[in-house]
């Protein structure tokens, strides 16, 4: 039997049996080709399924890198919510040892311990969990400057960069005279 490129009979075949020719022919090298050189070559020989094994290899990474990156920016934004808490707690400091001032009174009278009744607009922390306290008011030649520290806790939402929950620490100093 003969094969042809444009698949047509040859010229001693009708189309029905070329066909069935072409298949039966085909099927019989495909079974000698696959007796000659095992199973286990023509898998590993395969080139099927190449593309998905290669996206799942580079998906995890790609992936991972992304996470990361979610994780990174949650922390340096709670870090900058920290800071403008920090800023407007000194700014609540410094405007109630003025307010003492021109009452007559020491500067740092009532200016330590914790920082209670003042609204810290801090997005996306917990008000609850923020601690904020001033410590180390002191005067010195009419100049008053107090310490003002604000806390939180932060943790990471995803446990592979393995670091315990921690508390997230800023310190700013009010300074008045």
């Given at each position: 039997?003969?094969?042809?490129?444009?698949?047509?009979?040859?010229?001693?075949?009708?189309?029905?049996?070329?066909?069935?020719?072409?298949?039966?022919?085909?099927?019989?090298?495909?079974?000698?080709?696959?007796?000659?050189?095992?199973?286990?070559?023509?898998?590993?020989?395969?080139?099927?399924?190449?593309?998905?094994?290669?996206?799942?290899?580079?998906?995890?990474?790609?992936?991972?890198?992304?996470?990361?990156?979610?994780?990174?920016?949650?922390?340096?934004?709670?870090?900058?919510?920290?800071?403008?808490?920090?800023?407007?707690?000194?700014?609540?400091?410094?405007?109630?040892?003025?307010?003492?001032?021109?009452?007559?009174?020491?500067?740092?009278?009532?200016?330590?311990?914790?920082?209670?009744?003042?609204?810290?607009?801090?997005?996306?922390?917990?008000?609850?969990?923020?601690?904020?306290?001033?410590?180390?008011?002191?005067?010195n030649a009419?100049?008053?400057?107090?310490?003002?520290?604000?806390?939180h806790p932060?943790?990471?939402?995803?446990?592979?960069?393995?670091?315990?929950?921690?508390?997230?620490?800023?310190?700013?100093?009010?300074?008045?005279?």
């Amino acid at each position: 039997m003969r094969w042809f490129a444009s698949g047509k009979a040859s010229p001693g075949q009708t189309a029905s049996s070329s066909h069935a020719g072409n298949a039966a022919g085909r099927a019989a090298r495909l079974l000698r080709a696959q007796a000659r050189r095992g199973c286990a070559g023509r898998i590993w020989r395969s080139r099927r399924g190449a593309t998905s094994l290669e996206f799942a290899i580079i998906s995890v990474v790609l992936l991972t890198l992304l996470l990361g990156a979610v994780e990174i920016a949650r922390y340096m934004f709670t870090l900058e919510a920290l800071r403008t808490a920090a800023a407007e707690a000194a700014r609540a400091v410094t405007l109630r040892g003025s307010a003492n001032m021109n009452a007559g009174l020491a500067p740092c009278s009532g200016l330590s311990g914790d920082l209670t009744g003042v609204e810290v607009s801090a997005p996306f922390l917990n008000p609850g969990a923020l601690s904020l306290t001033m410590s180390g008011c002191a005067t010195n030649a009419g100049v008053t400057t107090v310490a003002v520290t604000v806390s939180h806790p932060f943790g990471f939402v995803l446990p592979f960069f393995g670091s315990p929950p921690a508390t997230m620490t800023e310190t700013a100093q009010a300074v008045f005279n």
